[in-house]
C-alpha cells in the first residue's frame, strides 16, 4: 500500500510517460529521493532529480535542524542542465527555498 507522496509521485510518472517535450517538475514532495518510489520514477532517466550528485540538500524542517531531511526537490528532462543549485537561508517557512 502507498502512501500519499508515493501516489503523488506514481502519478507524476504516468503524466511524464504520455508528454512530450522539455518538463520541470519542483516541489515539496514529502518524499525523500533514496526512498523506494522516487528509484522507480528516477529508473527510467527521465525525469531526473537535479539534486543527486550536487549534495545532500535538506530543506525540511526549517526550525529543528537535527530533523532536517531533503523534502524538496527538481525534476528535470533532459532539455535541461543545471548550472547552480543552492539552499538558500530561511524565509519564514518550514522549509528552505531551493535556488536552481
Known amino acids: 500500500m502507498h502512501n500519499q507522496p508515493e501516489l503523488a509521485l ?4 504516468q503524466r511524464i510517460e504520455h508528454t512530450s517535450g522539455p518538463l520541470l517538475v519542483p516541489g515539496n ?5 533514496w526512498l523506494h518510489t522516487t528509484r522507480v520514477l528516477e529508473a527510467s532517466g527521465e525525469p531526473r532529480n537535479v539534486c543527486l550528485g550536487w549534495g545532500l540538500f535538506s530543506t525540511f524542517d526549517a526550525a529543528c535542524w537535527p530533523l532536517r531531511c531533503p523534502l524538496d ?9 543545471l548550472a ?17
Do not use: C, W, Y
Open 84 to 100: 547552480l543549485l543552492e539552499r538558500l537561508p530561511g524565509i519564514g517557512s518550514d522549509h528552505f527555498p531551493l535556488l536552481a
Open 29 to 33: 514532495f514529502n518524499h525523500m529521493s
Open 73 to 81: 526537490h527538481l525534476l528535470v528532462t533532459k532539455q535541461f542542465r
Open 10 to 13: 506514481l502519478r507524476v510518472g
